[in-house]
């Protein structure tokens, strides 16, 4: 993550643990954008963990290249049946689902 300043689109396994020496806590969040959304790096690991758990049409987007596109439209229609506000909801850092979609690496066009 050091020298992404700017880095916001990613979560963390649950199964996530880091050792940060003393005072590189201070350190590594001065270095992040991601800081903004949390205080300290403990409650930052804490939040990417668990950044989509009730936010599925987030989760959606943000695993979107590793399912075919016929999946990816059925989940979308399965949430937004479910909650039609999923596509408005906002996450931590405040990103919609579209944010989300927009910043992969490899966004599949089709679900825009």
Same mark, same amino acid.
């Given at each position: 993550? /050091?020298?992404y300043?700017s880095?916001?689109?990613? /979560?963390?396994? #649950? $199964? @996530? ?9 201070? +350190? %590594? ?8 959304g949390?205080?300290?790096? #403990?409650? &930052?690991?804490?939040?990417?963990? @668990?950044? %989509?758990?009730y936010? #599925?049409? @987030?989760? +959606?987007?943000? %695993? @979107? $290249?590793? !399912?075919? &596109?016929?999946?990816?439209?059925? $989940?979308? *229609?399965?949430? +937004? ?5 999923? /596509?408005?909801?906002?996450? %931590? ?5 579209? !944010?989300?979609?927009? &910043?992969? *690496? ?7």
């Amino acid at each position: 993550i /050091c020298g992404y300043k700017s880095l916001v689109n990613f /979560c963390l396994p #649950p $199964s @996530h643990e880091l050792e940060l020496d003393p005072g590189a806590d201070d +350190t %590594f969040m001065e270095e992040i954008k991601l800081a903004e959304g949390a205080d300290g790096y #403990p409650d &930052l690991a804490s939040k990417l963990k @668990h950044r %989509f758990d009730y936010l #599925p049409m @987030h989760r +959606t987007c943000y %695993f @979107h $290249s590793y !399912h075919t &596109l016929r999946d990816n439209i059925d $989940s979308i *229609q399965k949430i +937004t049946k479910a909650d039609p506000a999923a /596509c408005n909801k906002v996450d %931590f850092l405040g990103m919609t689902p579209l !944010h989300i979609l927009a &910043l992969s *690496q490899r966004p599949w066009l089709n679900l825009f």
